[in-house]
């Protein structure tokens, strides 16, 4: 459990700190649930094959782009094809839900 809020917590920051256009060839992209992303891959694609659809959704747009929808907490593979069934990208996503956090008064950094 412990080890799942850390991932999630590292998978925020790191949200946070990148921008929402990705490219990605064999890559892992750590998103949270409803914030959606585009991923640009450097490569056309024809076919998309989703290892768990219930974690994410993938909407194309594009030959070369698609939007990612998170669904629900959890990881995924998403594996892009070109027209001869040949793997031009493979992308693994962490899914994390979204962290509340409690402001206060003063600084943790003392």
Do not use: Q, W
């Not at 459990?1 to 990605?24: E, H, N, Y």
């Not at 992303?37 to 974690?55: A, H, K, Q, R």
């Not at 070109?82 to 206060?104: L, M, P, Q, W």
């Amino acid at each position: 459990m412990i080890a799942t809020v850390r991932a999630c917590a590292l998978g925020l920051i790191l949200s946070l700190a990148a921008p929402s256009l990705a490219k990605a060839v064999d890559e892992t992209i750590v998103l949270r649930v409803g914030v959606t992303s585009i991923l640009n891959l450097d490569n056309t694609f024809e076919t998309v094959m989703i290892g768990d659809p219930n974690v994410i959704d993938v909407h194309i747009f594009g030959n070369r782009s698609v939007i990612l929808e998170p669904l629900k907490i959890g990881a995924a593979s998403i594996i892009f094809l070109n027209e001869s069934s040949i793997v031009t990208a493979n992308v693994r996503v962490f899914v994390c839900g979204i962290i509340h956090t409690k402001y206060r008064e003063g600084s943790d950094c003392e």
